[in-house]
Structures are given as C-alpha cells and as structure tokens.
C-alpha cells in the first residue's frame, strides 16, 4: 500500500508570517497562547516564530499581552477592531426584521401547501372514482328496474293489504312472545339444579336453538318497540281439556326427549315442581 502523503503547509516568514498571525488572533477575537496560535494555523507558522511574532505584535500595539503566572496569552486590541455604527447596526436590525417577516410568511404558505397536498392525496385515485362511478351506475340501473312498474302505471300495495299484513305481524308476534314466555320458564325449571356447562350440553343434545343476535337487534328495532304497547295480554282458560293430564305429558314429554339418563333423572327430580306450578301457564299454544 502507499504511504500517505502528508499536505503540504507552506511555511510563512517575515511580514507574511506576522499578518497571518494578527489577522488570526482579529478575526478569532479571543485570547490566545502561542502554543494554540501555532497549533490552530497547521504548521504555516513555526511555534518559535509564532512567540516572537505575538511579542511584536504586542509591543506595536496591535495585540494586547496578558501574563497569568508563567502563561502569556494575547488578545486583539479591542481600540482597534472596527466596530460597526449605530446607524448600521439599527439598518441590520431591520434588515433582521424584515427577513424574519419574510420568512414566517414563507412558513405559513408551507403550511397551508402542506395540508393541501394532504387533502389532495386523501382523495380518490382516478381509478378509484372510475369504481365508484360503475358501482353508483350499476345500482341505479337496479333501482330504475324496480321502479318501472311503477312507472308504467301498475298499482302499488293497496291500504287493506298494508292492513293485513300488521294484523298479521301483531298476530304471529304476539304468539311468539307467549311461547317463548312458555319455553323460558319450563327450561329454566328443568335446568335450575344443573351446572350451566350441563345445561348447555343438554340444550345440545335436545336440538334447541336459542334466539340469536339477529334476534335481539330486531326486539329493539322500531317494529318490535313499537308493537309491544299494542299486544293485548290473553286470556288464560281455565278448563283446557289438557290440564287433567297435564303430569303425564309433561313428564312423557321431558323424559322422551332426554336421552341420557343423568338427565332424565334430573327431570324426573323436577317432574314434582314443574307439576306444581304448571297451573301457571297457559298450554293452548303448544299443540
């Protein structure tokens, strides 16, 4: 490999050597030893030549000496450094002024650029709004099929059938609340001493499908709120043919569809309360 080639520092001398020096330590403005004046200038100017130039220096008056011990350290003469006017001083302020006014300015339109630019890449593509577009148009081609009967002249659905359907809905919802009122309250009979894992795996085995989330969101949509205050309660029958053998059917029923006999002694354990408070329900509905 090569050697490195040092970089060559031309050596100063005489009246060169010393404005190097004073125009250094001027511009530098601080105070300097002649260790670190030669060390600064990278060799252009001897450490020995660097003494005696400060010394001279200082003796002229351009340099002020300073003895701190056995450190000498010299300083620009402050009497002779140019030193700018109030006037100038005053022109630069507002020179300083004017530019930081100019470039507050410059940051506001950055800014107000910037958030544009955010908006315009928050925007569809191109071919995005050309999906969109054939999307919109496909639906209203669908919408303008369904409307053409109507268009043609064909009658829309008459007040009486808008009538017998809510007679309907009012019928058959109010069926399903007194079943599942029904339902609800023998399983939780039937179930009352199981472990609520037992319980599930019988519902399993016994086929039974609970209400599901559709379920719920529809009981507290508008067609069911508004319903609710309408249903008139039902009369319970008091001489239900079925009554005088309620016991047997009850337990016939549970014990058929219990296929496993831990449960179908749990039911048989029931059997005693069910039968008691079965006069409280209303069995028209379960044929």
């Not at 003469?77 to 100038?88: F, G, V, W, Y």
């Not at 339109?109 to 890449?121: D, P, R, S, Y």
Request: with cysteine; aromatic share 6%.
């Amino acid at each position: 490999m090569a050697s490195k080639q040092k970089s060559e520092v031309k050596v100063l001398k005489g009246q060169e050597a010393e404005n190097k020096v004073l125009e250094y330590v001027r511009r530098m403005n601080r105070p300097y030893g002649a260790v670190d004046v030669a060390a600064n200038l990278k060799g252009a100017v001897p450490k020995a030549a660097t003494q005696k130039i400060l010394v001279a220096l200082a003796e002229k008056g351009e340099l002020v000496q300073k003895n701190y011990g056995k450190t000498t350290f010299f300083v620009a003469n402050q009497a002779k450094i140019d030193t700018l006017s109030p006037e100038k001083i005053s022109a630069l302020e507002e020179e300083c002024k004017r530019l930081d006014e100019e470039n507050k300015a410059i940051a506001l339109q950055i800014k107000a650029a910037t958030t544009e630019l955010t908006k315009i890449k928050n925007l569809p593509s191109d071919s995005e709004l050309d999906e969109q577009l054939a999307s919109l148009k496909d639906a209203i081609a669908k919408r303008t099929v369904l409307l053409q009967p109507l268009r043609s002249g064909a009658p829309p659905i008459s007040a009486e059938e808008i009538a017998q359907i809510d007679a309907d809905w009012l019928k058959w919802r109010e069926e399903w609340i007194r079943r599942k009122k029904t339902f609800n309250s023998f399983w939780q009979l039937a179930t009352d001493s199981l472990p609520p894992q037992d319980a599930t795996i019988l519902s399993e085995d016994l086929g039974i499908e609970f209400d599901t989330p559709e379920h719920a969101t529809l009981e507290k949509s508008h067609l069911c709120v508004d319903t609710k205050k309408n249903l008139l309660k039902r009369k319970r029958s008091t001489s239900h043919p079925r009554r005088q053998s309620i016991r047997e059917e009850l337990i016939a029923i549970l014990y058929r569809l219990t296929p496993r006999p831990f449960y179908r002694q749990v039911v048989m354990e029931q059997s005693n309360h069910l039968i008691e408070d079965a006069s409280k329900y209303d069995f028209t509905c379960i044929t």
